[in-house]
């Protein structure tokens, strides 16, 4: 059994999560996490990850372009904790302690490049996890030192750490630095350059030069797809399965560009009639979810304008989706907008759509399973036209069920149902689909 070492500072093997922390489910490896546990503890390492995990919220809620996707926020979260445990070794005084970029970072700071994140915004990152990170190490010292000592111990723990971060920034920098060299006189970097100018700014680019660069006519009709997975190690499978939607909605030529990790955008040349051979969509469903991976697609759209209007469209059907996940919805592994845009319309602005809600529904949005229950209900009643028997069948409940849920939601709104039915029926579906992001009362931005 392995033998935790004795840190230098006493008070470091007293830290402890405030909350549970699975261990299987750090973003380190697990032979990384067994070695820093056997060195520093159990409870200070589960105190590491649990505060890595808020500092990496913090970043991408002040950073947004570190995130990007629930796979680049992995592969961040991956980086950030092997620094966080790393500081903690470093002010333990560690035998053991490691360089201060590891794998774990080195692969995030190559996301960053090639996602073309400026260095300043990578390390403006840096600077809050290391303010948030230093903030709750000077606070534990602050609490679990003897008094007498306490003003001594912060100074020299700030030190250490501002030291360690130096350090850090600095071969950050070296490494984001070298990275770029490569990347930037690459093919795959042109490509996507080039696909993002002309996502950007079409009419500034030459077409017919583009798509010689591409390998892409960008004079054909097109279909648009993003796909995505929520883990940052599918590699090549999210290539492959662009393709395979694409080819399903009748697609021949196709053009993959990588944008983040576990994200990929992609365009096929489809018949500009809108006939196209494919097979039933469960068929696709299946595929994609054996891959492990979600798509979200737009509608054909000719020459450089539909090319870009599908992309905007798949965007669009992606981020609803998004949404139903963070409600706790079923996965959709494929996702078309024409089936969502009216959704995808409504939420563009998620504030307005959840004061839209609350109003509406008043106290139908309130919280509880049984107040769920009768949204679900209405909404499905007004959506089969009252009938019944297609509600029960809809929702799995006895027709009495029904009647009664009903009747008791038009209790909670106070009105009839026919009064204001259009918005009713609408809020009724923002909420279903979208759950808590639009019943919850939002902090109103500053």
Wanted: hydrophobic residues 45%; neutral net charge.
């Amino acid at each position: 059994m392995s033998r935790t070492s004795r840190p230098r500072r006493a008070w470091l093997a007293r830290l402890g999560p405030r909350g549970e922390v699975d261990l299987g489910r750090a973003a380190s490896p697990r032979t990384v996490i067994e070695d820093a546990v056997a060195r520093l503890g159990r409870a200070p390492v589960c105190w590491a990850i649990e505060l890595s995990t808020v500092v990496v919220q913090r970043i991408v809620a002040e950073v947004p372009h570190l995130g990007g996707s629930p796979a680049a926020i992995e592969l961040l979260r991956r980086g950030n904790e092997a620094t966080t445990v790393q500081a903690l070794s470093t002010l333990a005084d560690s035998p053991v302690a490691v360089l201060p970029v590891g794998e774990a970072t080195l692969e995030g700071i190559r996301e960053f490049v090639h996602r073309a994140i400026p260095l300043e915004r990578v390390l403006q990152g840096v600077r809050i996890g290391h303010a948030a990170t230093t903030e709750a190490f000077l606070r534990a010292c602050a609490e679990l030192v003897d008094p007498d000592v306490a003003v001594d111990e912060v100074t020299a723990v700030s030190r250490d750490l501002f030291s360690y971060v130096d350090d850090l920034s600095d071969a950050m920098i070296r490494a984001y630095l070298a990275e770029h060299e490569v990347w930037s006189t690459s093919a795959a970097a042109a490509r996507a350059g080039l696909v993002r100018s002309l996502l950007s700014d079409a009419p500034a680019v030459d077409i017919d030069e583009a798509s010689r660069v591409l390998g892409y006519n960008l004079r054909r009709t097109h279909q648009a797809v993003v796909v995505w997975s929520h883990s940052p190690d599918v590699g090549s499978a999210l290539q492959a399965a662009a393709i395979e939607v694409l080819r399903a909605h009748g697609g021949t030529a196709t053009l993959v560009v990588p944008v983040a990790a576990g994200r990929v955008w992609a365009w096929g040349a489809v018949p500009a009639d809108g006939t196209r051979e494919d097979g039933p969509r469960e068929t696709l469903a299946q595929d994609l979810s054996r891959r492990q991976v979600q798509a979200a697609f737009g509608t054909p759209g000719a020459g450089v304008a539909g090319f870009v209007r599908s992309h905007r469209e798949a965007q669009r059907a992606e981020r609803v989706e998004r949404l139903r996940r963070e409600a706790g919805r079923s996965a959709r592994p494929a996702t078309a907008y024409a089936d969502v845009a009216a959704l995808a319309l409504l939420a563009t602005d998620l504030e307005a759509a959840a004061d839209f809600v609350q109003r509406e529904l008043g106290a139908l949005a309130g919280p509880g399973a049984a107040m769920e229950a009768l949204r679900t209900t209405l909404y499905h009643y007004l959506g089969a036209e009252r009938s019944l028997l297609e509600v029960a069948r809809r929702v799995h409940v006895a027709r009495a069920t029904v009647t009664y849920r009903v009747k008791r939601a038009q209790e909670v709104l106070g009105h009839d149902l026919d009064n204001r039915r259009f918005a009713l029926h609408t809020a009724l579906a923002l909420a279903e689909e979208l759950g808590d992001a639009v019943l919850l009362p939002r902090t109103p931005h500053r």
